[in-house]
């Protein structure tokens, strides 16, 4: 095939100083290593790896925000942690009530 078209593009110096070392310690200059990753991308139909978005983890403080919204969410009609106790405590003797029957 023809060689008739030209890529030219600004990067970071370091950028380029520090992948072209890597490439030579790999054999192949910085044009065959975008040559190959221009054919992997022809040949995949697609980048060759898979791409995706980190999401940040919550910090603990958030993890049980979001817990106690889903227990009130569960038990909207509750105001405090005595009736939660409460109807727990109720749950509870039902459950056992019926065991003893």
Known sequence: MAKSATISMRIDGQLKSETETIFQQLGMTTTEAI???LTA????KGLPFQLQVVSEQPTPLE??????DAIMGAYPLMTSSADFARLKQ???????RKFRQ
């Open 35 to 37: 040559k190959i990753f």
């Open 41 to 44: 991308v022809r040949n995949r």
């Open 63 to 68: 993890q049980r925000k979001k817990a106690l």
């Open 90 to 96: 109720e749950e509870i003797d039902l459950e056992e």
